[in-house]
């Protein structure tokens, strides 16, 4: 503490209380509020109205990703995926090697294969005897009707059998999209964990209704708790990553908890012209504390030994006043770091200058 002196007067002349400059730690903080936050934590919301049937979580229960925690009345969902996946099967099997439409028109196809070969080889015969004058021009003219009859009907065979296999095709596609869709809007209707961790708060009943949307529950990573301060937006600019931050929580009266900053936020929240700066506790507390609003100090700059002041005794920012040959005196003095407490004196007065108390 500093040695505070009170000069002699006389009861003729009081003179104001002075006190002498002295060397001690000095630091620099800014002040910052907040709360405390569970690492990666998210709100768990709905993706379906409709009435809760079954709450498979209570608070505090460890989770892992995909675990169900709420489902949703779904049975007209689960009638849509049943026919979304018996039209599926459907469409698989007449695209299968067992397709009874497949399997016909491919018998159609061979067989008309099959005759426009024989027509062929019964025409160029026929032409080639006639070629050598045997044979009549009626029988030539049959054999080659009747070949180019088996070209059109082997082309419409080939032709229908390509079309159904398209058919299909994209009938089996459509089916498989349809029952990804059902399922994909069934599944909606079972409300899963996104990540390994802790459910901390549930907000839904079995019973009780939900919209798309809604909050049902509050998640996070198990153990780990994370600082979310906010600072005024004049002191943002001296907070910077890896600052030590000195925290106390109101759930832990005046314990102190350290903590380190590990990131700042660019964009002002308008409502209360603050910055968000999130901070990492250097030991964990005991118990999670969830939400809990805290207090905290963010170290700005720290200093042993060095010469300061009460900070009432400053004048103007950069003046005291010193009692010289038992007068009272303005002098300029250079200053460096301010608290709420103290100033810290550079230059132009020393440990040896009698500083008085009225220059506020």
């Given at each position: 503490?500093?040695?505070l002196?009170?000069?002699?007067c006389?009861?003729?002349?009081?003179?104001?209380a002075?006190v002498?400059p002295?060397?001690?730690?000095?630091?620099?903080?800014?002040?910052?509020?907040?709360?405390i936050?569970?690492?990666?934590?998210y709100?768990?919301?709905?993706?379906?109205?409709?009435?809760?049937?079954?709450?498979?979580?209570?608070?505090?229960?460890t989770?892992?990703?995909?675990?169900?925690?709420?489902?949703i009345?779904?049975d007209?969902?689960?009638?849509?995926?049943?026919a979304?996946?018996?039209?599926y099967?459907i469409?698989m099997a007449?695209r299968?090697?067992?397709?009874?439409?497949?399997?016909?028109?491919q018998?159609?196809?061979?067989?008309?294969?099959i005759?426009?070969?024989?027509?062929?080889?019964?025409?160029?015969?026929?032409?080639?005897?006639?070629?050598?004058?045997?044979?009549?021009?009626?029988?030539?003219d049959n054999t080659?009707?009747?070949?180019?009859?088996s070209?059109a009907?082997?082309?419409?065979?080939?032709?229908?059998?390509?079309?159904?296999?398209?058919?299909?095709?994209l009938?089996?596609?459509?089916a498989?999209?349809?029952?990804?869709t059902?399922?994909h809007?069934?599944?909606?209707?079972?409300?899963?964990?996104?990540?390994?961790?802790?459910?901390?708060?549930?907000?839904?009943?079995?019973?009780?209704?939900?919209?798309?949307n809604?909050?049902?529950?509050?998640?996070?990573?198990q153990?780990a708790?994370l600082?979310?301060?906010?600072?005024?937006q004049?002191?943002?600019?001296?907070v910077k990553?890896?600052?030590?931050?000195?925290?106390?929580?109101?759930?832990?009266g005046?314990?102190?908890?350290?903590?380190?900053?590990?990131q700042?936020?660019?964009?002002m929240?308008?409502a209360?012209?603050?910055?968000?700066?999130?901070?990492?506790?250097?030991?964990?507390?005991?118990?999670?504390?969830?939400?809990?609003?805290?207090e905290?100090?963010i170290?700005?700059q720290?200093?042993?030994?060095?010469l300061?002041?009460?900070?009432?005794?400053l004048v103007?920012k950069?003046?005291?006043y010193v009692?010289?040959n038992?007068?009272?005196?303005?002098?300029?003095?250079?200053?460096?770091?301010?608290?709420?407490?103290?100033v810290?004196i550079?230059?132009?007065?020393?440990?040896?200058?009698p500083?008085?108390?009225?220059?506020?």
């Amino acid at each position: 503490m500093l040695a505070l002196i009170t000069a002699a007067c006389s009861s003729c002349n009081r003179q104001p209380a002075a006190v002498y400059p002295q060397k001690r730690q000095i630091i620099e903080a800014v002040y910052a509020s907040g709360k405390i936050v569970a690492e990666d934590e998210y709100n768990l919301f709905a993706l379906s109205n409709g009435r809760i049937i079954k709450k498979l979580v209570q608070d505090g229960d460890t989770v892992h990703k995909g675990q169900v925690l709420y489902v949703i009345y779904n049975d007209a969902a689960q009638a849509r995926m049943e026919a979304a996946q018996q039209s599926y099967n459907i469409s698989m099997a007449n695209r299968s090697a067992r397709s009874p439409l497949l399997n016909d028109l491919q018998l159609s196809l061979q067989s008309a294969n099959i005759r426009l070969q024989n027509d062929s080889v019964t025409y160029f015969r026929w032409k080639r005897l006639w070629e050598q004058q045997i044979g009549s021009k009626s029988n030539l003219d049959n054999t080659f009707s009747n070949y180019q009859l088996s070209i059109a009907q082997q082309k419409i065979a080939e032709q229908k059998y390509r079309a159904a296999m398209n058919d299909v095709e994209l009938s089996y596609s459509n089916a498989g999209s349809a029952l990804s869709t059902a399922r994909h809007d069934l599944q909606e209707y079972f409300i899963s964990s996104q990540a390994n961790g802790i459910v901390y708060q549930t907000f839904k009943e079995a019973g009780e209704a939900v919209k798309n949307n809604e909050i049902v529950a509050l998640m996070g990573t198990q153990g780990a708790r994370l600082l979310r301060l906010s600072v005024d937006q004049q002191d943002i600019n001296r907070v910077k990553a890896g600052q030590t931050v000195l925290v106390q929580a109101d759930v832990t009266g005046s314990t102190i908890f350290q903590a380190v900053v590990t990131q700042l936020y660019p964009v002002m929240n308008e409502a209360d012209q603050t910055f968000r700066v999130d901070a990492r506790f250097l030991q964990q507390p005991t118990a999670p504390y969830i939400h809990s609003s805290v207090e905290a100090n963010i170290i700005i700059q720290k200093k042993s030994n060095a010469l300061v002041l009460p900070r009432d005794a400053l004048v103007a920012k950069d003046s005291v006043y010193v009692r010289l040959n038992r007068k009272k005196k303005k002098t300029w003095v250079k200053t460096g770091i301010l608290t709420l407490d103290y100033v810290e004196i550079l230059a132009g007065i020393d440990e040896s200058t009698p500083v008085l108390l009225t220059g506020k």
